[in-house]
């Protein structure tokens, strides 16, 4: 199967214009011969988290998904994203949807573990099992960037069958040791995909001062670690093929199945 990474510059509070340009991002993904299009957090109305504090409203996100799935079904190829939504508690969430190619909605997912202050200004923290959907002949799930770099979820997800997570991410170029450790490590010891998007450095970014603004390095990693492919730090479309799900090469390790998870709860 191959998948995309939609590595871009979000325009701040301009959902008309992020959704513009994850419409043309499907279109070079479908061209591609990608069946999938996976955006990072919160990009359709930029990874702003402080100046969403003061502009989100119900009204204002109500039609996310709807205009995702929209582009999904005009494209007639499957859309991950990320988005501001609504909670019943009055709140808001840091989402990400999955939509197939006909815009019909396959899974929701809110942010678990936020990062930083700046987060807790606009959004509220999900508690919430994350599902698990059959889409494609995989076996998807969710986590949002901070998510992933946490252990358990990615473990509990395979444990229960996932093969393939979806990660819209917003990291910053302090962070590169998550694109190029972590998330080859969730993979590896769960014997999954992790397919890992992140924003673009811009290219105002101050060039003697690499560690400002995001990272780039939107990856995908498989199995036993291995990177089937990585961004650079600007703007781009990633293309990777992923693996079909299979079993432990002989000689390798099986994490999975070797854990012990009866003795480790004796320890707590």
């Not at 100046?51 to 859309?79: D, M, Q, Y």
């Not at 990660?167 to 969730?186: H, K």
Request: charged share 25%; glycine share 8%.
């Amino acid at each position: 199967m191959r998948i995309a990474l939609m590595q871009a510059e979000a325009a701040p509070l301009d959902p008309e214009r992020n959704l513009s340009a994850i419409d043309a991002a499907a279109a070079a993904a479908l061209d591609a011969g990608a069946e999938l299009l996976l955006a990072p957090e919160l990009f359709v109305t930029g990874y702003v988290p402080r100046s969403l504090a003061s502009w989100l409203t119900p009204e204002r996100v109500a039609e996310f998904p709807a205009e995702l799935s929209r582009i999904a079904a005009a494209r007639g190829i499957a859309v991950a994203a990320g988005f501001p939504a609504a909670r019943m508690d009055g709140g808001f969430a840091i989402a990400a949807g999955l939509w197939d190619r006909g815009g019909a909605e396959v899974l929701r997912y809110e942010k678990v573990h936020l990062w930083g202050a700046e987060e807790r200004l606009a959004f509220t923290a999900s508690d919430a099992e994350p599902r698990i959907a059959d889409w494609n002949g995989r076996r998807v799930a969710f986590q949002i960037c901070y998510d992933i770099e946490f252990p358990e979820p990615a473990r509990a997800l395979a444990a229960r069958g996932a093969d393939l997570l979806l990660v819209p991410t917003a990291i910053d170029g302090e962070s590169d040791y998550v694109a190029e450790v972590l998330v080859r490590a969730r993979a590896a010891e769960n014997r999954l995909v992790v397919a890992y998007a992140d924003h673009a450095r811009s290219a105002d970014a101050p060039l003697d001062e690499p560690t400002a603004g995001f990272a780039g390095l939107s990856t995908v990693a498989g199995p036993e670690g291995a990177v089937l492919g990585m961004a650079g730090r600007g703007s781009e479309l990633l293309i990777v093929e992923i693996p079909d799900r299979a079993e432990a090469r002989p000689g390798a390790a099986d994490y999975l199945a070797d854990r012990r998870p009866e003795i480790y709860r004796r320890w707590s």
